[in-house]
């Protein structure tokens, strides 16, 4: 048997989606899972990047103790030095240095010559090893590179001490085929790559990464870089929970393991998808809302009859909740504990004792509380608990014949209690132009989605919002039995965030 080492990037590349930026709480939250999952490396950031990101990258460092943290760095001293500053407390640091090896970047973005890249890989890997043993090097557009120079850059950055040597495709271009067959004449040319671990980072641009990857693990690569749901610069990367399944379910084909706990995938990815606000598609493979759900009578037949007739993979084996038990009004601490527990969360008891409160007043508000409701309970809660501003009271008055009007009340982060009012052209405009008119920082609302967690009139709506300030997006989330409240809270969260993000860039504090 031959293992392959899980990357999780999630953090670094996934965090470079569009409106995806997270705050180092956010991150370290991410990262706890990621350790419960099992993944082997965590790339928690791009320490010189931002001081935001060197904090995440120090914090999850001294937090995170069983997986490898990796830190990325551009290939410049300064650049590197940082890197290790933000790990150097880690249980096990890692440092990533990439630099690119594609004509077309040296010639229209590095304007450098081939030798020169060649020296400065030597020098950028070396300083990484005065720091650390544990060296990754990416040669960046791998993939539209010429091979031999390509090869030459390799064998440069492990003689130099790089001890994962990773292929990326940069700009998701290649196709299974050509990409194997890079994999395969890196083994073949470059003399010293038994010294090294080799790697590979896939971009989704032609939605090939993850044939990518697994065709790259077939010629040889034993570590994989990814995201949970996908998540990363542009269309994203290769997604870890459809590596990893693909991995376990054609083990018989590929005959290699991983050390993932996969009962924790689908806890990762609604929890990603909650922290940064990215809804996870209906159809997405391994999590989406549909993966396992059987529509036509002809199938439904037989998966009644025996599962495997339509059923690859166990739904339980990816950590879907199998309850059809829900809970109501009448249902005490000890059940909710229970389906807590199942829902894979670990509350401490001041954190219990919230969340059942919650419940209660949901549980009079809707008739029967369902496992989505909890998750959308439980990420209303993990929101508050990052607040700045918090949303006190809000009320509004609107109708075909009125003008819509909103009064909201704020608490202050010095505990002050902080009441306006405004009209607005519907009831959520009003609404948050009242909040405007109290926290008073200029921003665009960009995307409004209203959706309910579940079926029926009393469900719960979730409303997930994007809002532009100073050219970044920040996404809110919230939900509430009344969408009018549900949208107030998403404006409080994605400002919350917008604050947050600005104390991180001016070092003032926060609430919390
Ligand atoms: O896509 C890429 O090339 C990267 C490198 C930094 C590995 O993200
Ligand atoms: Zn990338």
Known sequence: MDKVIIFDTTLRDGEQAAGASLNPQEKLEIARQLEKLGVDVIEAGFPASSPGDFEAVQLISKEVQRPIICALSLANIDAVDRAWEAIKEASHPRIHVFLSASDIHLLYQ??????????????????AKSHVDDVEFSPMDASRSEPDYLYRMLEAAIEAGATTVNIPDTVGYATPQEFGDLIQGIFDN?????????????????????ANSLEAIRKGARQVECTVNGIGERAGNASLEEIVMALKTRQDFFGLTTGINTRQIYK????????????????KAIVGANAFRHQSGVHQDGVIKKSITYEIMDPKSVGIPSSVLVLSKLSGKRAFRERLAELGYTLDEEDFARAFKRFKELADKKKEVTDRDIESLIAEERRTTTEVYHLDHVEVSCGDHSLP?????????????????ALGTGPVDAVYKAINRIVGIPNELTEFTVKSVTEGIDAIGEVLIRVESEGVTYTGRGAATDIIVASAKAYMNALNRLLVSKAAKTGKGKRK
């Open 405 to 421: 009007t909103a009064t909201v009340r704020l608490i202050s982060p010095d505990g002050r209690s902080l009441a306006d009012a």
């Open 268 to 283: 990762a990815s609604r929890l990603v998808s909650e922290v940064i606000g990215f809804p996870v598609q209906p159809n």
């Open 110 to 127: 590095l304007k450098k010559g081939r030798e020169e890249i060649l020296v400065m890989s030597r020098e950028i890997v070396a300083r």
């Open 190 to 210: 470059v003399p010293n790559i038994h010294k090294a671990v080799v790697s590979v980072h896939c971009h989704n641009d032609l939605g090939l990464a993850v």
